[in-house]
């Protein structure tokens, strides 16, 4: 099987392959952050490694059987609305187009934001698909309306897919649209139960350097729940952080937080809050913007990863030592976001000494889950 991906990464596309025993034959990754190329390298073999899609001769590229592109999202020209190719350039989605129309590959796979879906008002996602199925192909089964004439033809399917449905316990959502240059019917793969729970991917003995310091616990303040507690019971709780908890001023009287700073129903899933510090814990830190989560051993779901983490975690745990709580509180270590998405510790360790801890946070954050490329590949494939 001839495979090409573009926004390569760390190449989830082809692990997941390799996972399923296919016989593959990587004709090229396209890669442009030299970091990620360079753990990209450590772990496929492309015959090709090209650092710019934009610059890439098309036509040297021999027809793929499969095409993986997990493009960004950005708006088109307002002064488009000419239709087709036009209507699409100066985004890195013409890019992708371009090669699909030169090299007409039997099947492609494009990933991206569930915001694609209402992004710029639903205009970006009306023109991809447009683009890709029109000229002759279907969305979803249906034939469109062909308004436009120079569009690629092919047979295209469009669902969300969470990566929690797919056996890694992260609450990831991103759509997926598959196409196939002939037609056929397709479903995507049925939501699995989720066995695996956050606490199996945790690291039983981590460094100190992924800890806290004691300056910034000491800024963590517990939340605790507010409901049936009396006026002066809550003007002794200080940065309670989600609805119905009020946060104390330097002044000693309390206020009722702006909804801003709570956490999400999805943050608090899972686990629960505690008064006295015996179970588990929720807290923000006053000025940094960090969440501090103490995860139960009823907790199953991480909050998705974001390439951003590596500056500002969204996530930071706790060693509880049995029951008993250290407030040791810590980062996810790069290892666990790996695993978080889906890779092997043998991956993870090749990758690890060529990067440091800042870009494999990062390519974490990037990354397709592996394991939905797994699920999505054996309902392509039939396996």
Same mark, same amino acid.
């Given at each position: 099987?001839?495979?090409?991906?573009?926004?390569? +990464?760390? +190449? @989830?596309? /082809?692990?997941?392959?390799?996972?399923?025993?296919?016989?593959?034959?990587?004709?090229?990754?396209?890669?442009?952050?030299?970091?990620?190329?360079?753990?990209?390298?450590?772990?496929?073999?492309?015959?090709?490694?090209?650092?710019?899609?934009?610059?890439?001769?098309?036509?040297?590229?021999?027809?793929?059987?499969?095409?993986?592109?997990?493009?960004?999202?950005?708006?088109? @020209?307002?002064?488009?609305?000419?239709? +087709?190719?036009?209507?699409?350039?100066?985004?890195?989605?013409?890019?992708?187009? /371009?090669?699909?129309?030169?090299?007409?590959?039997?099947?492609?796979?494009?990933?991206?934001?569930?915001?694609?879906?209402?992004?710029?008002?639903?205009?970006?996602?009306?023109?991809?698909?447009?683009?890709?199925?029109?000229?002759?192909?279907?969305?979803?089964?249906?034939?469109?309306?062909?308004?436009?004439?120079?569009?690629?033809?092919?047979?295209?399917?469009?669902? *969300?897919?969470?990566?929690?449905?797919?056996?890694?316990?992260?609450? $990831?959502?991103?759509?997926?649209? *598959?196409?196939?240059?002939?037609?056929? #019917?397709? =479903?995507?793969?049925?939501?699995?139960?989720?066995?695996?729970?956050?606490?199996?991917?945790?690291?039983?003995?981590?460094? @100190?350097?992924?800890?806290?310091?004691?300056?910034?616990?000491? =800024?963590? @303040?517990?939340? *605790?729940?507010?409901?049936?507690?009396?006026?002066?019971?809550?003007? %002794?709780?200080?940065?309670?952080?989600?609805? &119905?908890?009020?946060?104390?001023? !330097?002044?000693? #009287?309390?206020? /009722? *937080?702006?909804?801003?700073?709570?956490?999400?129903?999805?943050?608090?899933?899972?686990?629960?809050?505690? $008064?006295? %510090?015996?179970?588990?814990?929720?807290?923000?830190?006053?000025?940094?913007? #960090? $969440?501090?989560?103490?995860?139960?051993?009823?907790?199953?779901?991480?909050?998705?990863?974001?390439?951003?983490?590596?500056?500002?975690?969204?996530?930071?745990?706790?060693? !509880?030592?049995?029951?008993?709580?250290?407030?040791?509180? =810590? =980062?996810?270590?790069?290892?666990?976001?790996?695993?978080?998405? &889906?890779? !092997?510790?043998?991956?993870?360790?090749?990758?690890?000494?060529?990067?440091?801890?800042?870009?494999?946070?990062?390519?974490?954050? %990037?990354?397709?889950?592996?394991?939905?490329?797994?699920?999505?590949?054996?309902?392509?494939?039939?396996?």
């Amino acid at each position: 099987m001839k495979i090409g991906t573009d926004f390569s +990464g760390i +190449g @989830s596309p /082809e692990s997941a392959l390799k996972r399923l025993g296919l016989d593959i034959d990587e004709v090229f990754a396209c890669e442009i952050d030299k970091f990620a190329r360079a753990s990209f390298n450590e772990l496929h073999n492309p015959t090709t490694m090209y650092e710019d899609i934009t610059t890439r001769n098309h036509s040297e590229v021999p027809q793929l059987d499969l095409y993986v592109a997990g493009f960004p999202c950005q708006s088109f @020209s307002s002064a488009g609305k000419r239709g +087709g190719f036009e209507d699409t350039r100066g985004t890195l989605f013409f890019n992708v187009a /371009e090669f699909i129309k030169e090299n007409q590959p039997k099947c492609f796979v494009l990933e991206n934001v569930k915001g694609l879906l209402s992004h710029d008002n639903g205009r970006t996602y009306q023109t991809i698909t447009d683009v890709l199925t029109n000229g002759g192909g279907t969305l979803n089964g249906q034939i469109g309306l062909d308004s436009i004439y120079n569009g690629l033809g092919y047979h295209v399917y469009a669902q *969300v897919l969470n990566s929690k449905d797919y056996g890694i316990p992260q609450n $990831r959502e991103r759509i997926f649209l *598959v196409g196939f240059k002939e037609f056929r #019917e397709f =479903r995507y793969p049925k939501k699995m139960e989720l066995k695996l729970r956050l606490k199996d991917l945790l690291q039983d003995n981590t460094e @100190s350097k992924y800890f806290l310091s004691d300056k910034t616990i000491n =800024r963590l @303040s517990t939340a *605790v729940r507010c409901n049936g507690f009396t006026d002066k019971e809550k003007k %002794n709780i200080s940065n309670c952080i989600v609805s &119905g908890y009020y946060r104390t001023p !330097t002044d000693g #009287e309390y206020i /009722e *937080v702006d909804s801003k700073y709570y956490l999400s129903d999805k943050m608090t899933e899972g686990f629960t809050l505690s $008064r006295n %510090n015996n179970t588990d814990i929720v807290g923000d830190l006053n000025k940094g913007g #960090e $969440r501090g989560v103490v995860y139960s051993e009823d907790c199953s779901i991480m909050s998705c990863l974001t390439a951003t983490d590596y500056k500002q975690p969204k996530q930071v745990l706790v060693n !509880t030592n049995g029951v008993k709580i250290d407030k040791r509180i =810590r =980062r996810l270590t790069p290892l666990e976001c790996w695993r978080l998405q &889906g890779y !092997t510790d043998e991956q993870f360790n090749k990758a690890q000494k060529v990067n440091s801890d800042t870009q494999l946070y990062k390519q974490a954050g %990037n990354s397709i889950t592996v394991d939905v490329m797994v699920e999505l590949f054996k309902k392509i494939y039939d396996i």
